[in-house]
């Protein structure tokens, strides 16, 4: 059974850093595009990040570049999203994906989390003094 699941979140003061954990059951990421996005209430899913191959380069929100990194860790099939520098703005529901198309699968500018086959369940992260 394909899993993803999310964790790491939590209340944290503006400019602090997180780390977002997503472990991978039942499939093996080494192939896999491999993306975060976030929704908060009331708005639309936003992707954030992604990654659709091992040599390509890693896609990054405007809204988070320069303060978030995706890395993947192939030794133990799980995604991280390092969050430095948050902001009240970044509250929010994060949500790890994947899909199985690889370098195939969108990524970029234009890619909607709709566009992966597999989601987690999500871990809230609330950023507030």
């Known amino acids: 059974q394909v899993q993803l699941v999310e964790s790491g979140g939590g209340l944290v003061q503006p400019g602090s850093s997180l780390r977002l954990s997503c472990a991978a059951s039942g499939f093996t990421l080494d192939n896999y595009a491999i993306g975060w996005f976030r929704q908060a209430p009331g708005k639309e899913p936003e992707g954030l990040s992604c990654?659709?191959?091992?040599?390509?380069?890693?896609y990054y929100a405007d809204s988070v570049k320069g303060r978030f990194t995706l890395v993947k860790d192939h030794a133990v099939n799980t995604i991280y999203l390092y969050m430095n520098m948050v902001k009240p703005e970044d509250t929010a529901v994060y949500y790890c994906a994947a899909d199985p198309r690889g370098s195939l699968a969108p990524c970029g500018s234009s890619w909607r989390p709709a566009h992966y086959d597999y989601w987690g369940q999500g871990t809230q992260v609330t950023v507030s003094s």
């Open positions: 990654k659709n191959s091992r040599d390509s380069a890693t």
